[in-house]
T-cell receptor
Framework: DAKTTQPNSMESNEEEPVHLPCNHSTISGTDYIHWYRQLPSQGPEYVIHGLTSNVNNRMASLAIAEDRKSSTLILHRATLRDAAVYYC????????????FGKGTKLTVNP | DSGVTQTPKHLITATGQRVTLRCSPRSGDLSVYWYQQSLDQGLQFLIQYYNGEERAKGNILERFSAQQFPDLHSELNLSSLELGDSALYFCASSVENSVNEKLFFGSGTQLSVL
Protein backbone atom coordinates (compact mmCIF):
# COMPACT_ATOMS: atom_id res chain seq x y z
CA ASP A 1 0.00 0.00 0.00
CA ALA A 2 1.26 3.45 -0.90
CA LYS A 3 2.10 5.54 2.14
CA THR A 4 0.85 8.91 3.29
CA THR A 5 2.50 11.50 5.52
CA GLN A 6 0.49 13.81 7.76
CA PRO A 7 1.44 16.20 10.56
CA ASN A 8 0.94 14.65 13.98
CA SER A 9 -1.21 17.49 15.24
CA MET A 10 -2.78 20.80 14.24
CA GLU A 11 -4.72 23.48 16.05
CA SER A 12 -7.48 25.74 14.88
CA ASN A 13 -9.94 28.24 16.26
CA GLU A 14 -13.65 27.74 16.14
CA GLU A 15 -15.40 29.11 13.01
CA GLU A 16 -12.11 29.46 11.13
CA PRO A 17 -11.14 27.36 8.09
CA VAL A 18 -8.80 24.43 8.60
CA HIS A 19 -6.46 23.01 5.97
CA LEU A 20 -5.19 19.53 6.77
CA PRO A 21 -2.33 18.48 4.49
CA CYS A 22 -1.37 15.01 3.31
CA ASN A 23 1.64 13.97 1.24
CA HIS A 24 1.50 10.85 -0.90
CA SER A 25 4.45 11.10 -3.26
CA THR A 26 4.33 7.40 -4.27
CA ILE A 27 0.67 7.46 -5.27
CA SER A 28 -0.20 5.43 -8.34
CA GLY A 29 -2.56 6.47 -11.10
CA THR A 30 -5.39 4.29 -9.81
CA ASP A 31 -5.16 5.14 -6.09
CA TYR A 32 -8.15 6.89 -4.58
CA ILE A 33 -7.48 9.41 -1.82
CA HIS A 34 -9.79 8.87 1.15
CA TRP A 35 -10.21 10.87 4.34
CA TYR A 36 -11.73 9.52 7.52
CA ARG A 37 -11.92 11.01 10.97
CA GLN A 38 -12.27 9.51 14.40
CA LEU A 39 -13.93 11.49 17.15
CA PRO A 40 -13.05 10.58 20.74
CA SER A 41 -14.55 7.24 21.82
CA GLN A 42 -16.15 6.61 18.42
CA GLY A 43 -15.48 4.54 15.34
CA PRO A 44 -13.91 6.15 12.27
CA GLU A 45 -16.23 8.19 10.10
CA TYR A 46 -16.01 8.75 6.36
CA VAL A 47 -15.32 12.35 5.36
CA ILE A 48 -14.59 12.52 1.64
CA HIS A 49 -12.68 10.86 -1.18
CA GLY A 50 -11.47 11.63 -4.68
CA LEU A 51 -9.27 10.51 -7.54
CA THR A 52 -8.07 13.50 -9.54
CA SER A 53 -10.51 16.38 -9.33
CA ASN A 54 -11.32 18.47 -6.31
CA VAL A 55 -14.38 17.24 -4.41
CA ASN A 56 -16.92 18.94 -2.19
CA ASN A 57 -19.56 17.54 0.12
CA ARG A 58 -21.51 18.80 3.10
CA MET A 59 -18.69 17.99 5.51
CA ALA A 60 -15.58 19.20 3.73
CA SER A 61 -13.68 19.86 0.52
CA LEU A 62 -10.80 17.87 -0.87
CA ALA A 63 -8.19 19.68 -2.92
CA ILE A 64 -5.91 17.39 -4.92
CA ALA A 65 -2.65 18.65 -6.36
CA GLU A 66 -2.26 18.45 -10.11
CA ASP A 67 0.50 15.83 -9.83
CA ARG A 68 -1.58 14.03 -7.16
CA LYS A 69 1.41 13.81 -4.83
CA SER A 70 -0.39 15.75 -2.15
CA SER A 71 -3.88 16.68 -1.08
CA THR A 72 -5.56 18.96 1.43
CA LEU A 73 -8.71 18.40 3.40
CA ILE A 74 -10.51 21.68 3.99
CA LEU A 75 -13.00 22.23 6.78
CA HIS A 76 -14.58 25.55 5.89
CA ARG A 77 -15.66 26.57 9.39
CA ALA A 78 -14.30 24.46 12.20
CA THR A 79 -16.58 23.66 15.10
CA LEU A 80 -15.75 22.06 18.42
CA ARG A 81 -17.34 18.90 17.07
CA ASP A 82 -14.64 18.71 14.39
CA ALA A 83 -11.97 17.95 16.99
CA ALA A 84 -10.82 14.49 15.97
CA VAL A 85 -7.99 12.48 14.44
CA TYR A 86 -8.07 12.84 10.66
CA TYR A 87 -6.70 10.05 8.51
CA CYS A 88 -5.58 10.39 4.89
CA UNK A 89 -5.62 6.98 3.21
CA UNK A 90 -4.85 5.69 -0.26
CA UNK A 91 -6.95 2.84 -1.60
CA UNK A 92 -5.80 0.96 -4.66
CA UNK A 93 -7.21 -1.74 -6.85
CA UNK A 94 -4.11 -3.89 -6.56
CA UNK A 95 -5.07 -6.98 -4.61
CA UNK A 96 -7.15 -5.65 -1.76
CA UNK A 97 -9.53 -2.83 -1.15
CA UNK A 98 -8.94 -2.61 2.57
CA UNK A 99 -8.36 0.72 4.31
CA UNK A 100 -4.90 0.99 5.85
CA PHE A 101 -4.82 3.65 8.55
CA GLY A 102 -1.69 5.60 9.45
CA LYS A 103 -1.27 7.72 12.57
CA GLY A 104 -3.34 10.62 11.26
CA THR A 105 -3.47 14.27 12.36
CA LYS A 106 -4.99 15.14 15.69
CA LEU A 107 -7.00 18.33 15.23
CA THR A 108 -7.67 20.51 18.25
CA VAL A 109 -10.31 23.20 17.89
CA ASN A 110 -10.14 26.08 20.34
CA PRO A 111 -13.32 27.94 21.35
CA ASP B 1 -25.72 6.23 13.64
CA SER B 2 -23.73 4.43 10.92
CA GLY B 3 -26.16 1.52 10.67
CA VAL B 4 -23.44 -0.98 11.65
CA THR B 5 -24.21 -2.75 14.90
CA GLN B 6 -21.60 -4.33 17.10
CA THR B 7 -22.28 -6.40 20.19
CA PRO B 8 -21.39 -6.46 22.95
CA LYS B 9 -20.20 -2.91 23.59
CA HIS B 10 -17.98 -4.01 26.44
CA LEU B 11 -16.46 -7.35 27.28
CA ILE B 12 -14.34 -8.22 30.29
CA THR B 13 -12.72 -11.61 30.45
CA ALA B 14 -9.67 -13.42 31.74
CA THR B 15 -6.49 -14.60 30.07
CA GLY B 16 -6.82 -17.93 28.30
CA GLN B 17 -10.52 -17.47 27.60
CA ARG B 18 -12.34 -17.32 24.28
CA VAL B 19 -14.79 -14.62 23.18
CA THR B 20 -16.95 -13.89 20.16
CA LEU B 21 -17.59 -10.41 18.83
CA ARG B 22 -20.56 -9.88 16.58
CA CYS B 23 -21.14 -7.42 13.76
CA SER B 24 -24.30 -6.71 11.80
CA PRO B 25 -23.52 -4.67 8.67
CA ARG B 26 -25.76 -2.04 7.17
CA SER B 27 -28.69 -3.49 5.31
CA GLY B 28 -27.55 -4.51 1.84
CA ASP B 29 -23.81 -4.21 2.49
CA LEU B 30 -21.88 -7.24 1.30
CA SER B 31 -18.41 -6.43 2.65
CA VAL B 32 -17.41 -6.60 6.29
CA TYR B 33 -14.06 -5.48 7.68
CA TRP B 34 -12.59 -6.02 11.15
CA TYR B 35 -10.10 -3.66 12.78
CA GLN B 36 -8.27 -3.67 16.10
CA GLN B 37 -7.33 -0.41 17.83
CA SER B 38 -4.92 -0.33 20.71
CA LEU B 39 -3.13 2.66 22.19
CA ASP B 40 0.29 1.68 20.91
CA GLN B 41 -0.65 0.18 17.52
CA GLY B 42 -3.36 2.47 16.24
CA LEU B 43 -6.01 1.09 13.89
CA GLN B 44 -4.89 -2.25 12.49
CA PHE B 45 -6.73 -4.06 9.72
CA LEU B 46 -7.47 -7.67 10.65
CA ILE B 47 -9.62 -9.29 7.99
CA GLN B 48 -12.26 -8.63 5.33
CA TYR B 49 -15.15 -10.73 4.07
CA TYR B 50 -17.18 -10.18 0.95
CA ASN B 51 -20.48 -11.99 0.52
CA GLY B 52 -19.40 -14.82 2.78
CA GLU B 53 -15.91 -15.29 1.39
CA GLU B 54 -12.65 -14.16 2.93
CA ARG B 55 -11.32 -11.35 0.77
CA ALA B 56 -8.24 -9.97 2.50
CA LYS B 57 -6.17 -10.73 5.55
CA GLY B 58 -4.11 -8.28 7.58
CA ASN B 59 -2.33 -8.54 10.88
CA ILE B 60 -4.63 -11.18 12.30
CA LEU B 61 -3.17 -13.62 14.81
CA GLU B 62 -3.63 -17.36 14.38
CA ARG B 63 -5.58 -17.35 17.66
CA PHE B 64 -8.17 -15.13 15.97
CA SER B 65 -10.65 -16.24 13.36
CA ALA B 66 -13.67 -14.77 11.67
CA GLN B 67 -16.51 -15.71 9.42
CA GLN B 68 -19.39 -14.10 7.57
CA PHE B 69 -22.70 -15.91 7.62
CA PRO B 70 -25.34 -16.23 4.85
CA ASP B 71 -27.33 -13.39 6.40
CA LEU B 72 -24.12 -11.32 6.07
CA HIS B 73 -23.50 -10.76 9.76
CA SER B 74 -19.97 -11.51 10.88
CA GLU B 75 -18.31 -12.86 13.97
CA LEU B 76 -14.74 -12.41 15.17
CA ASN B 77 -13.55 -15.19 17.47
CA LEU B 78 -10.63 -14.52 19.80
CA SER B 79 -9.18 -17.47 21.69
CA SER B 80 -6.41 -18.11 24.23
CA LEU B 81 -6.70 -14.47 25.13
CA GLU B 82 -3.68 -12.57 26.37
CA LEU B 83 -3.40 -9.26 28.18
CA GLY B 84 -2.16 -7.67 24.96
CA ASP B 85 -5.41 -8.49 23.19
CA SER B 86 -7.15 -5.80 25.22
CA ALA B 87 -8.27 -3.27 22.62
CA LEU B 88 -11.19 -1.72 20.80
CA TYR B 89 -12.43 -3.91 17.97
CA PHE B 90 -14.25 -2.19 15.14
CA CYS B 91 -16.33 -3.64 12.39
CA ALA B 92 -17.04 -1.76 9.19
CA SER B 93 -19.18 -2.50 6.16
CA SER B 94 -19.52 -1.34 2.58
CA VAL B 95 -21.90 -2.09 -0.24
CA GLU B 96 -19.49 -3.81 -2.55
CA ASN B 97 -15.75 -4.31 -2.64
CA SER B 98 -14.66 -1.19 -4.46
CA VAL B 99 -11.97 1.38 -3.68
CA ASN B 100 -14.40 4.03 -4.86
CA GLU B 101 -16.83 3.64 -2.00
CA LYS B 102 -16.94 4.49 1.65
CA LEU B 103 -16.83 2.30 4.71
CA PHE B 104 -19.27 2.65 7.58
CA PHE B 105 -17.89 1.81 11.01
CA GLY B 106 -19.66 0.54 14.08
CA SER B 107 -19.07 1.99 17.52
CA GLY B 108 -16.81 -0.87 18.53
CA THR B 109 -16.45 -3.55 21.19
CA GLN B 110 -14.13 -2.69 24.05
CA LEU B 111 -12.36 -5.89 25.12
CA SER B 112 -10.57 -5.98 28.44
CA VAL B 113 -8.50 -9.06 29.25
CA LEU B 114 -7.58 -9.28 32.93
Amino acid sequence: DAKTTQPNSMESNEEEPVHLPCNHSTISGTDYIHWYRQLPSQGPEYVIHGLTSNVNNRMASLAIAEDRKSSTLILHRATLRDAAVYYCILRDWGGSEKLVFGKGTKLTVNP
Amino acid sequence: DSGVTQTPKHLITATGQRVTLRCSPRSGDLSVYWYQQSLDQGLQFLIQYYNGEERAKGNILERFSAQQFPDLHSELNLSSLELGDSALYFCASSVENSVNEKLFFGSGTQLSVL
